[in-house]
């Protein structure tokens, strides 16, 4: 999972951006001959370099993708979902991004808005590039997952970047593992750094945190829980 992130992240870095003034190829990269491309990529027994969250021109040698982690302060993130009899469906991620946001209230709610347009990048061959009337991508994502046009699942999470790397861990548990909710909830996670860092929870276990050490993954570890 944390090898497959890195390769996801190299692509979200390189084609996300205001659909207005950017068109990903989403076709291509959601087809299945995409994916057993990237599949051919893992190397299982060694750790990748990933540059992180942000666009940069010039990569890093061997870097599987661009720019650096942008840091983000903790606690001003959060998600709920919820379903009515009828099977419809709501996922919210709700931001501040940092602090009180811009600091901006509106009239006499007491709602801040957020200041997510630091995700901009100043680099002029991103994607994401700041310029006026653009929507800015950032990292929230809301997901709902479907089966024959029936609603399996409808999940998200706070995380600030960790958010790309939660919400697969977390469909990936309940998808292939079976796992009930809770259970994909509470199972330890990761969070990819810069370079070959790695934030992780220490639940993974001696021996699996050794296994990943061998393969030179660079690891942090955050204890038994994490905001991750």
Not at 112 to 140: C, H, Q, R, T, W
Not at 168 to 184: E, H, R, S
Request: include cysteine; proline fraction near 5%.
């Amino acid at each position: 999972m944390i090898e497959i992130s890195k390769l996801c992240v190299a692509d979200r870095v390189e084609y996300a951006g205001d659909p207005k003034f950017i068109i990903a190829p989403l076709k291509q990269l959601l087809s299945t001959k995409y994916a057993n491309r990237q599949k051919s990529r893992l190397n299982l027994d060694q750790a990748q370099a990933v540059a992180g969250d942000r666009y940069v021109k010039d990569r890093p040698i061997n870097s599987l993708s661009p720019g650096e982690i942008f840091a983000k302060e903790g606690g001003l993130t959060t998600h709920f979902s919820v379903v009515d009899k009828d099977r419809n469906a709501i996922s919210v991620t709700q931001t501040l991004g940092g602090g009180f946001g811009t600091g901006a209230a509106l009239s006499d709610t007491g709602i801040f808005l957020n200041n997510m347009g630091s995700y901009f990048d100043e680099e002029g061959s991103s994607p994401n590039v700041i310029a006026p009337g653009k929507e800015v991508d950032f990292v929230v994502a809301p997901t709902q997952v479907y089966h024959k046009g029936q609603l399996v699942l409808s999940i998200g999470t706070p995380g600030g970047y960790g958010i790309l790397h939660t919400t697969p861990q977390i469909l990936n548990n309940i998808l292939n593992y079976n796992m009930n909710i809770q259970q994909a909830i509470e199972v330890p996670r990761f969070r990819l750094g810069s370079g070959l860092n790695v934030d992780i929870e220490d639940r993974f276990g001696e021996k699996i945190l050794e296994q990943l050490n061998k393969k030179g993954h660079k690891l942090n570890n955050v204890g038994p829980w994490s905001r991750t």
